[in-house]
């Protein structure tokens, strides 16, 4: 099974700043990399695919990048509706497997 | 649009088994696995398996075998879960989701709203 571990497991951050999560996984995944937000309450909601691919409707902030074992999720100009848990995802290999959550916190 | 709606939420006993429906709608539902992902309090997210609502086909975790069942109704558009011998730690809430194909194959971009199951004596 592939493991993935995020980094770090909690960001508290000012509005407007820039924020970086790292996810590494226990062995190459290419680019079968998908980053969600999960807000408290809410079902899980795509922000990225295969690493770096933007959904459509999700906010131009949100990038990702990496590739193999180490990807990252950026959030540019952080905004007060972007606190949530963020986690990391990989469908490569089967069983299919999520990190454990980083959680943004607005000061 | 498309809509995955779960059943309501669950309180049973060590021992029991629950069954949790998940309703598609806004496409065609054998064109898309359905994924079943679940969150414990305060936890992160366990992926538990899938179904193919076309061919049937099914692929559980290993920690779920021989406890999970995962089952279509095509004709009502409705993919179940059912997890037996529950223990207090299979409280969680119970999503469904929709896989993407194509060029979307692997994401999982559509979720139902989740079933809270509680297991307790």
Known sequence: EIVLTQSPDFHSVTPKEKVTITCRASQSIGYSLHWFQQKPGQSPNLLI????????GVPSRFSGS??????????????????????????TNLPWTFGQG?????? | QVQLVQSGAEVKKPGASVKVSCKASGYTFTGHNIHWVRQAPGQGLE?????N?????????QKFQGRVTMTRDTSISSAYIELSNLRPD??????????????????????GQGTLVTVSS
């Open chain 1, 49 to 56: 695919k295969y690493a770096y691919q933007s959904i459509s």
């Open chain 1, 66 to 91: 990496g590739s193999g074992t180490e990807f990252t999720l950026t959030i540019d100009s952080l905004e007060a509706e972007d606190a949530a848990t963020y986690f990391c995802h990989q469908s």
């Open chain 1, 102 to 107: 980083t959680k943004v916190e607005i000061k």
């Open chain 2, 47 to 51: 992926w538990m398996g899938w179904i």
């Open chain 2, 53 to 61: 609502p076309h061919s049937d086909v099914t692929y559980y975790a």
């Open chain 2, 90 to 111: 299979d409280t969680a809430v119970y999503y469904c989701s929709r896989e993407g194909t194509v060029t979307t194959a692997g994401t999982l971009n559509y979720w």
